[in-house]
């Protein structure tokens, strides 16, 4: 299936991406829109998370209810989330109602109602999500490890503080995210059973005439870096950890993605093999690249009873850094197979089309074709991934760790 | 897109399902062995899903690192999972290595080595997973609540206990499973880019000469039932309530499937504006209809705030129970739209394709075409509906809670 992808860039900024795919019978539709958690304002973390709630409570001429009811009669499964850069949001729906799903997304993107009395309930129910977390200690190590290492505000969670939640105001809120939801920096990406000139008029029509004004710039600050404990009486000890790695524009990105592959891509990788397969010692261990457009690390979590949390630590930090050693041949050409079949079998998917589009361009300005990344992935040689881990030395640790007792993360430090 | 389902019953018993779908570039294979955990002997709860670990630990003529090492070269993503009737080979390559991957799961299948020293390091895994449940209170309160909902063993949480899989040999779950291990009642589906005829004669050559054996029975015994609170110091109250509904023979099943879409079916559907919408009492809460072969229900979840659950218990039995009392026509037509979008938007994966293939000959002996479920949906009247819940009231239900504070469940009995 060759893939012809169509980019659109309207006048007022706003970019469109298509895929037609005949064989299939939906369609995916993802918007994002950069007012996501990390231009939040200080005080009011949470705010983007609230907004993506807040901005379904009716649009256009439809309250709430009604909104939801022409979403839910047209058999549109849509999602809303803030994370990172943008407020997302995502529909999926037989392509015969794509017309009519766009028709509701011009009255979502440009006339959302964010009544007052819609805010509480969304603030409620983001609190709601936040206090969850407490109940998940194995995604909560790994939110608080990422905080840690991303300079600020990237790292942010996206559902702020109880304190931020709490002080913030519907007019604050409104006024910030009507502030910056803007069509330059929005990304739409469209893939699925389409025509693409329809779907470019479609677009154009309802959101050609969406004013332009300039995206927002963000000041970084340095990141915290360093270790934690997080005292809790958990069954297991769940361990996080974050080390420097490279952007999609990189030269060695292909060499770090294809490192991490040799390191966690499959049940024949290091980390599968020596803490799961030969010890036992957890039943989830694994390192996965995590980019942002300016800075991007590999994260490695594992959880494993606290009487041996500090031997699955050993061995994983072993593992992290005898990767700069060697590799051999055969573990390339597995790490290779795994990136590109994986990255080939999401290409049958509306859905991972759609996304990935957004994500290459927001991260590249343009879409890489399946041709270029099998091209790419093809010509590393070991002699790249080794030059890569001599340029990124696993050592230079973030590290996080919740349970009922310490763990000396500190020990493993450059 | 036609679908066009081929089924092949060879003379051992084993069933074949094959769908082919060429504008895609993956292929889907699922293998469905009748020994899962319905099956594991009292005092050895756990031997499937330990066995499912194991059964990966070298097959033919190589060891747990030659295996892994030949799926992961061919770029196969694959999963062994157990559950309820079955332990499950779950595989995803791209089209050109179905070939090469059915070789490999000949040997996995009737070859696999399950050596003694292999056994306990699966063992270990399984117990660190039973332990990191714990730490998943959302999840554990589902699994408790459906342990007491189903018929022992049905309703059987896949891992078992501390002592049961402390006290279990090599040698008994050994002869357990390969006694168990058998062609009749084994269902294998193939979806995506494949030729019929050549899958048909591979599987054929493969696995023909599988010796056919009598699949074991299962007595049931009398569900527990009844209410339980498990006292931890959560942040939120997680609540599961269960309720008995119809089978997939039934002739209430589509109309069962409806009523469940309009109570949560959609961000229109009443749990949703009722709980979530308009009162902001919980960020998750959904039912879910969840079937087995003999019996089935609607496990309904929540996760609040302490001082809030029982205000969320009132009002979501408050929803399950007016059901019953009435529902407009717009709920109706836009449940029935929810179901058939969401089948149809399915049928555009391979994974999904397969295990729809698998569940329907398990529950039916036959593959329905989504003609006939979406023609089945489509004539659902509210008078279906309403006489489905005539005859399934809520009231008679199951439940437990996790949290700080115990919640009045029992108030809530029929």
Chains 1, 2 share one sequence.
Request: aromatic letters at 6%; proline letters at 5%.
């Amino acid at each position: 299936m060759p893939d012809l992808i169509h980019i659109e860039r309207f006048d007022n900024g706003l970019v469109l991406l298509g895929e037609p795919m005949d064989h299939v019978s939906s369609v995916s539709l993802t918007v994002r829109v950069p007012v996501g958690p990390i231009y939040d304002p200080s005080g009011m973390e949470g705010a983007a998370a609230v907004g993506a709630e807040w901005w379904l409570r009716g649009a256009g001429d439809r309250d709430t209810r009604q909104l939801n009811d022409a979403l839910d009669s047209l058999g549109c499964r849509h999602v809303e989330a803030a994370g990172a850069n943008f407020i997302t949001f995502s529909a999926g729906q037989v392509h015969q109602r794509l017309d009519d799903v766009l028709r509701l997304y011009h009255d979502i993107l440009l006339a959302p109602r964010l009544d007052d009395e819609a805010f509480d309930p969304c603030r409620n129910l983001i609190v709601q999500d936040l206090l969850s977390l407490d109940d998940h200690p194995a995604q909560k190590v790994n939110v608080l490890c990422r905080q840690r290492f991303f300079p600020h505000p990237l790292g942010r969670y996206h559902l702020g503080t109880a304190e931020s939640l709490e002080a913030m105001t519907a007019d604050a809120v409104r006024d910030h995210l009507l502030g910056h939801f803007c069509p330059d920096g929005t990304i739409i990406a469209v893939a699925g059973k389409i025509d693409w000139p329809q779907v470019r008029d479609r677009i154009e029509q309802h959101l050609g005439d969406w004013p332009a004004r300039p995206q927002a710039e963000i000041d970084t600050q340095p990141a915290t870096g360093g270790f934690e404990h997080v005292r809790k009486d958990t069954a297991q000890t769940h361990l996080a950890l974050a080390q420097p790695s490279v952007t999609m524009t990189d030269g060695h990105y292909y060499a770090a993605r294809v490192a991490v592959c040799v390191l966690s891509g499959g049940m024949s990788s290091r980390l599968m093999t020596e803490v799961r397969e030969k010890r036992g010692l957890v039943y989830r261990v694994s390192t996965a690249y995590g980019g942002l457009k300016s800075c991007a690390g590999w994260f490695t979590y594992a959880g494993a009873v606290p009487e041996k949390a500090r031997e699955t630590l050993e061995v994983v930090v072993g593992e992290l850094r005898r990767l700069g050693e060697g590799i051999e041949p055969d573990e390339l050409a597995r790490a290779k197979t795994q990136l590109k079949s994986a990255t080939l079998m999401s290409l049958d998917m509306t859905g991972s089309r759609a996304a990935r589009m957004v994500n290459d361009f927001h991260y590249l300005e343009r879409v890489r074709t399946i041709d270029e990344i099998t091209a790419a992935v093809d010509a590393i040689t070991i002699d790249d991934v080794l030059a890569y881990l001599q340029a990124y030395r696993a050592g230079d640790f973030v590290g996080v760790v919740i349970g009922p007792e310490p763990v000396p993360l500190a020990v493993f430090e450059a």
